[in-house]
Structures are given as C-alpha cells and as structure tokens.
T-cell receptor
Framework: DSGVTQTPKHLITATGQRVTLRCSPR?????VYWYQQSLDQGLQFLIQ???????AKGNILERFSAQQFPDLHSELNLSSLELGDSALYFC?????????????FGPGTRLTVT | SQKIEQNSEALNIQEGKTATLTCNYT??????LQWYRQDPGRGPVFLLL?????KEKRKERLKVTFDTTLKQSLFHITASQPADSATYLC??????????FGSGTRLQVQP
C-alpha cells in the first residue's frame, strides 16, 4: 500500500459528460502529480501541484483541469469527454516540488467513456 | 527534443538467470534516474533512484548503473523469479522539470 488513495476505482460515463477524479496524497507529501495511461501506452504526465499551487504542466488537454486543496487532496476534472479519454488515470505524490525524490502512485481510476 | 528509449520488446528469461534491462536517453542531462515496476492495471512502484555521481546502486537482488557518458542506465535483477515478471519503467530526471517516464520493458520470467 503506497498510502496514496484514489476514488473512484472505476468510472463509466458517456461522451460529452464531465467527471471528477479524486486523489489523497501520502501523509506529509506536498506534491501531487496526475498521469494518464491509455491501453498499452506509457505514462503521460498531465499536471503537478505543490502545496496548492500549479507547479508543472505536461500534455494536459484544455478540457481537463485540476486543483489541489488546502488539505492537499487533489481533483482532476475531465469535461466534454471523448472516447479517446478512456484510460487509467494515476495520481502520485512526493515530498518535494521538483520530483527529485521517489513518487508514490495510487491504485488509479479506470475511466471508460462510451 | 528529449527522448527516453526502453526496449519495447518483451524480455523472456529463465528463472534463476539475471535479467538486464536498458534505458537510453537523448538530448538532456539528467541528474537522477529512477526505476519503477508496474504490474498490469496497477500503479507503478518505486524501486531505485541513482544520482549522476553514483555509478552503481544496489538493493537486494536489484542493481542499477548510470553511465552519463553513454547516456544509459542498466537495470539488473539477479536470481530472477516468476514474481519479478512485470513492466519496468525508467525515468531520467534533470531535477528541474516534472518526471518523464520511458514506455517500459516487459519482463517475463519463465519457471
């Protein structure tokens, strides 16, 4: 158990809809990262927050947004969903702002868009 | 642009042998390099971190080398076991930008 929790585990929704994925980092970790992993694809970095502030942005679509709350949990919002958004979404946390230390990954949320 | 290359073909070895996985990178100079293990449908699990001033690092049956001249890291699992079967991801990191992962190499250890 990494100490990182993600909810829900599974999500099935229709195209055009909006969903929110939630992540609670490991106790003491200030950085939260979001990744997307499509079937048979590598991990694609989406966005990072550190202590409530956006720290780094990767290949995140404009239809996607995220935030980190004062209690350090984070939410990833996906809107106007398309079939191609079906993927595993992972959240990870670490102690530092630049990812120089190991990241601890949650179990993921499997999103299926029909 | 920065590029990370891991062998996309699966590596099949016999139980008890040493597995060696390769990670090559181009167009940047990482200060750190991390290795993770990922099982199907699960989140990656951190294994080892090696810094640019460390040539080699060991943890139990795992050994990682980091050659900044060759721009390459090798990941070894000695006395491999079927339970070591998984995908292994490398992540070279400059310390200034977010971590970028290679696409991973799938290891299959046959009993």
């Amino acid at each position: 158990d990494s100490g990182v929790t993600q909810t829900p585990k599974h999500l099935i929704t229709a195209t055009g809809q909006r969903v929110t994925l939630r992540c609670s980092p490991r106790s003491g970790d200030l950085s939260v990262y979001w990744y997307q992993q499509s079937l048979d694809q590598g991990l694609q970095f989406l966005i990072q927050y550190y202590n409530g502030e956006e720290r780094a942005k990767g290949n995140i679509l404009e239809r996607f947004s995220a935030q980190q709350f004062p209690d350090l949990h984070s939410e990833l919002n996906l809107s106007s969903l398309e079939l191609g958004d079906s993927a595993l979404y992972f959240c990870a946390s670490s102690v530092d702002p630049v990812g120089s230390y190991e990241q601890y990954f949650g179990p993921g949320t499997r999103l299926t868009v029909t | 642009s920065q590029k990370i290359e891991q062998n996309s073909e699966a590596l099949n070895i016999q139980e008890g042998k040493t597995a060696t996985l390769t990670c090559n990178y181009t167009n940047y100079s990482p200060a750190y390099l991390q290795w993770y293990r990922q099982d199907p449908g699960r989140g990656p699990v951190f294994l080892l971190l090696i810094r640019e001033n460390e040539k080699e690092k060991r943890k139990e049956r795992l050994k990682v080398t980091f050659d900044t001249t060759l721009k390459q890291s090798l990941f070894h699992i000695t006395a491999s076991q079927p339970a070591d079967s998984a995908t292994y991801l490398c992540a070279p990191h400059t310390g200034r930008r977010a971590l970028t992962f290679g696409s991973g190499t799938r290891l299959q250890v046959q009993p």
